[in-house]
């Protein structure tokens, strides 16, 4: 039996690989080898940083700076697999649909969710409209397609994990997922989804730096407390 899992993060960003990135490389350190990460973006505006870090087998620097200046260093090793963009998400489809992979995690931003001050979905959004009629150029066209592989392979359950720091995060991600396949006619999905899913709440850290400048091989990471 493989007891190897996946922990696939879509929206590969500075948040994801001063934070989430850390955490998986510090399991895998004390001993835990099971997991590791799979990464990719929805957009292809961030695909030079995917490239960079697919060159360094997905390995790069984590700066951390203390209250009182202190920097400290740290090579991270958690991102294993680094997904190409490609028109149709193909690469992160496929991964998000592998029987191996337990946990989808994301962070498209507050905006990404295209939801109105009512909570449900913004339809008049071009890239809704487009992901409405089979196109994936939102989380939840993305995952539509995720979750019907799943379901056609018999994939098993999985985590779907909204990190972006929205209040009730999880269900807002949950709703605005069930009517997307509602508008779809996708009743199958929403059957499978809710017997086979959870969308828990979680709650996103502070800001922090960006790399800027720096290569994907030198990440200026979040102050530490």
């Not at 809710?194 to 290569?215: F, K, L």
Request: overall charge negative; hydrophobic content about 35%; aromatic content about 8%.
């Amino acid at each position: 039996m493989n007891n190897q899992f996946t922990w696939l993060h879509i929206g590969l960003g500075s948040f994801h690989r001063a934070h989430q990135a850390w955490y998986l490389h510090r399991l895998i350190a004390s001993g835990d080898k099971r997991w590791h990460i799979a990464a990719g973006n929805i957009r292809n505006d961030a695909e030079q940083v995917v490239q960079a870090l697919a060159a360094q087998g997905g390995r790069y620097v984590l700066e951390t700076v203390s209250p009182e200046g202190e920097r400290e260093y740290e090579e991270i090793t958690s991102i294993q697999k680094l997904l190409p963009w490609q028109a149709g998400l193909q690469p992160l489809i496929n991964e998000g649909a592998n029987p191996q992979t337990k946990v989808i995690a994301f962070t498209v931003t507050e905006g990404g969710y295209y939801l109105n001050t009512r909570h449900q979905l913004e339809t008049s959004n071009p890239d809704l409209q487009a992901d409405l009629q089979g196109e994936c150029k939102t989380i939840y066209g993305t995952l539509a397609r995720i979750l019907e592989k799943r379901m056609a392979d018999d994939a098993g359950p999985l985590t779907l994990l909204n990190c972006d720091n929205v209040r009730h995060n999880g269900e807002r991600f949950h709703d605005g997922m069930v009517e997307f396949l509602q508008l779809t006619g996708k009743q199958a999905v929403i059957d499978w989804m809710a017997a086979n899913t959870t969308c828990p709440n979680t709650h996103g850290g502070p800001h922090h730096p960006a790399s800027g400048g720096r290569s994907a091989g030198s990440h200026q990471g979040a102050n530490r407390d």
